[in-house]
């Protein structure tokens, strides 16, 4: 079945600096890549996805890029804030056929330090 | 809206009880899910749904059953509890799109088991 593995566990960055999350994937049949935020107490929530006929994705200071030939995919995040902090999870699926799962890597913990 | 509402947010067990987690979505969509969250494991799926009488499992469905009556109410049983269960539940739940949709969380069930 799909594997989703995801690097690194933990992250601490200053306020301002990039932020850079990496997940590789098993199955070269998935085409559907989402990227979770979840802050404390709560469930998920999607911030962006990209699609398989898509390299990239932007939306303001978040960015995913997708290399289909070596199967990873990553999160990039800009001009960090404090609020930026909270645990990151990608995910990879195959939709279109009659498979509807949505496997997720381990999570990411982002500090934004002050 | 309420969106996706689990219930209980909290629940103690001991071995070998039983117990129904509950879960329902009030935005009419086809695909619900469970999910467990362990730490350093992220979101391992348990079971899904793709509509009222289907049910199929995920990565780590023993030990748990469900059952799809409506469109929406998705409950998560658990049959004789153990501390391996010990975890934070989560359902979630999507439209069904062959371009692929983003999930809706809960806020999930913390589930203790002595």
């Known amino acids: 079945g799909e594997n989703v593995e995801q690097h690194p566990s933990t992250l601490s960055v200053q306020e301002g600096d990039s932020a850079v999350i990496k997940c590789t994937y098993s199955?070269?049949?998935?085409?559907?890549f989402p990227w979770y935020k979840q802050e404390l107490g709560k469930g998920p929530q999607l911030i962006i996805d990209i699609r398989s006929n898509v390299g990239e994705k932007k939306d303001q200071r978040i960015a995913v890029t997708l290399n289909k030939t070596a199967k990873h995919f990553s999160l990039h995040i800009t001009e960090t804030q404090p609020e930026d902090s909270a645990v990151y999870f990608c995910?990879?699926?195959?939709?279109?056929?009659?498979?509807?799962?949505?496997?997720f890597g381990s999570g990411t913990r982002l500090l934004v330090r002050p | 809206n309420a969106g996706v509402t689990q219930t209980p947010k909290f629940q103690v067990l001991k071995t070998g009880q039983s117990m129904t987690l509950q879960c329902a979505q009030d935005?009419?969509?086809?695909?619900m899910s469970w999910y467990r969250q362990d730490p350093g494991m992220g979101l391992r799926l348990i079971h899904y749904s793709v509509g009222a009488g289907i049910t199929d499992q995920g990565e780590v469905p023993n030990g748990y059953n469900v059952s799809r009556s409506t469109t929406e109410d998705f409950p998560l049983r658990l049959l004789s509890a153990a501390p391996s269960q010990t975890s934070v539940y989560f359902c979630?739940?999507?439209?069904?799109?062959?371009?692929?949709?983003?999930?809706?969380f809960g806020n999930g069930t913390r589930l203790t088991v002595t």
């Open positions: 199955d070269s049949a998935s085409n559907y």
């Open positions: 935005m009419n969509h086809e695909y």
């Open positions: 995910a990879a699926s195959r939709v279109g056929d009659s498979s509807y799962k949505l496997i």
């Open positions: 979630a739940s999507s439209y069904l799109s062959a371009g692929g949709s983003p999930l809706h």
